[in-house]
């Protein structure tokens, strides 16, 4: 973070429910945890050397299979087909699915 710099951070939640893919957990978990260190001057000094400062994300953006609590809802219906295209077209993910049930 504190090398690109992002506005904004769009990621699982690293609390969410029932996410039983370890992947998503620990992915979420090492953002936010990035998210944290990032901000203060006591976490990799080392990268002071390299010319890095301290930096913070304006927003964070976390989304999961069942959230704890809702904070945002967005009106998707314009894109729902192209979602379900995208979603067609996942092949991995519907072979993995389908090998669950």
Not at 37 to 66: I, M, N, T
Request: hydrophobic share 30%.
């Amino acid at each position: 973070m504190r090398k690109h710099r992002p506005y904004s951070i769009f990621t699982f939640d690293p609390y969410g429910l029932y996410e039983n893919n370890l992947d998503h957990t620990v992915l979420a978990q090492t953002v936010d945890e990035e998210f944290w260190v990032s901000c203060f001057d006591k976490h990799h000094p080392e990268h002071f050397e390299e010319g890095l400062q301290p930096f913070s994300v304006c927003e964070r953006w976390y989304f999961a299979r069942k959230l704890q609590e809702a904070t945002h809802g967005e009106d998707m219906t314009e894109y729902l087909e192209k979602k379900i295209d995208a979603l067609c077209a996942h092949q991995e993910m519907k072979k993995n699915t389908l090998n669950q049930h």
